[in-house]
Protein backbone atom coordinates (compact mmCIF):
# COMPACT_ATOMS: atom_id res chain seq x y z
CA UNK A 1 0.00 0.00 0.00
CA UNK A 2 1.30 3.46 -0.77
CA UNK A 3 -0.46 6.52 1.09
CA UNK A 4 0.35 9.97 -0.90
CA UNK A 5 -0.20 13.22 0.17
CA UNK A 6 0.27 16.58 -1.06
CA UNK A 7 0.63 20.00 -0.59
CA UNK A 8 1.18 23.33 -2.14
CA UNK A 9 -1.91 24.48 -3.61
CA UNK A 10 -3.15 28.00 -3.05
CA UNK A 11 -4.77 30.50 -5.10
CA UNK A 12 -2.15 32.79 -7.29
CA UNK A 13 -3.23 35.42 -10.10
CA UNK A 14 -2.43 34.89 -13.65
CA UNK A 15 1.59 34.75 -14.78
CA UNK A 16 2.62 33.71 -11.32
CA UNK A 17 4.10 30.20 -9.86
CA UNK A 18 3.17 27.04 -7.70
CA UNK A 19 5.23 24.32 -6.62
CA UNK A 20 3.13 21.01 -5.69
CA UNK A 21 4.50 18.49 -3.66
CA UNK A 22 3.46 15.07 -3.38
CA UNK A 23 5.17 12.84 -0.14
CA UNK A 24 4.58 9.30 -0.61
CA UNK A 25 5.04 6.33 1.96
CA UNK A 26 4.51 2.69 2.08
CA UNK A 27 6.89 1.24 -0.86
CA UNK A 28 10.13 2.19 -2.06
CA UNK A 29 9.48 5.17 -4.06
CA UNK A 30 12.28 4.93 -6.50
CA UNK A 31 10.77 2.25 -7.67
CA UNK A 32 7.03 4.12 -8.43
CA UNK A 33 5.92 5.59 -11.54
CA UNK A 34 4.55 9.19 -10.48
CA UNK A 35 2.10 11.13 -12.16
CA UNK A 36 0.48 14.28 -11.53
CA UNK A 37 -3.47 15.07 -12.59
CA UNK A 38 -6.14 17.51 -12.49
CA UNK A 39 -9.87 18.31 -11.98
CA UNK A 40 -12.04 20.83 -12.20
CA UNK A 41 -15.71 21.07 -11.05
CA UNK A 42 -17.92 19.13 -13.94
CA UNK A 43 -15.26 17.88 -15.80
CA UNK A 44 -12.99 14.48 -16.06
CA UNK A 45 -10.04 13.94 -14.54
CA UNK A 46 -6.78 15.16 -16.76
CA UNK A 47 -3.18 14.25 -17.15
CA UNK A 48 -0.97 16.85 -16.43
CA UNK A 49 2.96 15.43 -16.14
CA UNK A 50 4.42 11.79 -15.42
CA UNK A 51 7.87 10.73 -14.88
CA UNK A 52 8.83 7.09 -15.10
CA UNK A 53 10.99 5.21 -12.46
CA UNK A 54 12.91 2.67 -14.97
CA UNK A 55 14.40 5.34 -17.13
CA UNK A 56 12.99 8.46 -15.69
CA UNK A 57 11.19 9.56 -18.73
CA UNK A 58 8.86 12.40 -18.36
CA UNK A 59 5.24 13.30 -20.34
CA UNK A 60 3.64 16.32 -20.28
CA UNK A 61 0.34 17.13 -21.22
CA UNK A 62 -0.09 19.28 -24.67
CA UNK A 63 -1.88 22.25 -22.28
CA UNK A 64 1.13 22.63 -19.60
CA UNK A 65 4.56 21.41 -21.60
CA UNK A 66 6.74 24.26 -21.70
CA UNK A 67 5.10 25.74 -18.74
CA UNK A 68 5.15 23.05 -15.95
CA UNK A 69 7.73 20.95 -14.90
CA UNK A 70 7.68 17.71 -12.93
CA UNK A 71 10.70 16.27 -10.99
CA UNK A 72 11.76 13.57 -7.92
CA UNK A 73 14.07 13.63 -5.32
CA UNK A 74 14.07 9.72 -4.11
CA UNK A 75 15.92 10.72 -0.99
CA UNK A 76 13.01 12.70 0.18
CA UNK A 77 10.08 10.55 -1.37
CA UNK A 78 8.65 13.39 -3.05
CA UNK A 79 7.93 14.40 -6.54
CA UNK A 80 6.99 17.79 -7.31
CA UNK A 81 5.39 19.80 -9.93
CA UNK A 82 6.59 23.26 -10.57
CA UNK A 83 4.01 25.10 -12.67
CA UNK A 84 4.89 28.81 -14.04
CA UNK A 85 2.72 30.95 -16.10
CA UNK A 86 -0.33 29.82 -14.44
CA UNK A 87 -3.42 30.70 -16.28
CA UNK A 88 -6.99 30.63 -14.74
CA UNK A 89 -7.82 27.41 -16.98
CA UNK A 90 -5.44 25.84 -14.70
CA UNK A 91 -7.76 26.13 -11.91
CA UNK A 92 -8.11 22.48 -10.45
CA UNK A 93 -8.00 19.96 -7.82
CA UNK A 94 -4.38 18.76 -8.86
CA UNK A 95 -4.02 14.88 -7.36
CA UNK A 96 -0.80 12.96 -7.18
CA UNK A 97 -0.83 9.06 -8.53
CA UNK A 98 1.78 6.09 -8.25
CA UNK A 99 2.10 2.80 -9.77
CA UNK A 100 4.82 0.31 -9.09
CA UNK A 101 4.44 -1.64 -12.27
CA UNK A 102 6.47 -0.75 -15.54
CA UNK A 103 4.65 1.03 -17.28
CA UNK A 104 4.59 2.43 -20.99
CA UNK A 105 4.82 5.63 -22.01
CA UNK A 106 1.44 5.70 -23.43
CA UNK A 107 0.05 4.19 -20.37
CA UNK A 108 1.50 7.64 -18.37
CA UNK A 109 -0.92 9.58 -19.33
CA UNK A 110 -3.68 7.71 -18.20
CA UNK A 111 -5.68 7.65 -15.19
CA UNK A 112 -6.83 3.76 -15.11
CA UNK A 113 -2.90 3.31 -15.33
CA UNK A 114 -2.05 4.38 -11.45
CA UNK A 115 -2.97 2.41 -8.46
CA UNK A 116 -2.53 4.97 -5.51
CA UNK A 117 -3.41 8.52 -5.27
CA UNK A 118 -3.63 11.55 -2.69
CA UNK A 119 -6.50 13.53 -1.61
CA UNK A 120 -5.69 16.09 -4.03
CA UNK A 121 -4.51 19.78 -3.35
CA UNK A 122 -6.90 23.05 -4.80
CA UNK A 123 -5.02 25.52 -7.32
CA UNK A 124 -6.82 28.55 -8.31
CA UNK A 125 -5.55 30.49 -10.31
CA UNK A 126 -7.17 34.41 -10.67
CA UNK A 127 -7.70 36.29 -13.91
Known amino acids: QVQLVESGGGLVQTGGSLRLSCAASGRPFSSLNMGWFRQAPGKEREFVAA????????RYSDSVKDRFTIARDNAKNTVYLQMNSLKPEDTAVYLC????????????????????WGQGTQVTVSP
Open 97 to 116: AAASYIMTTQAMGVPNSYTY
Open 51 to 58: IRWTDGIK
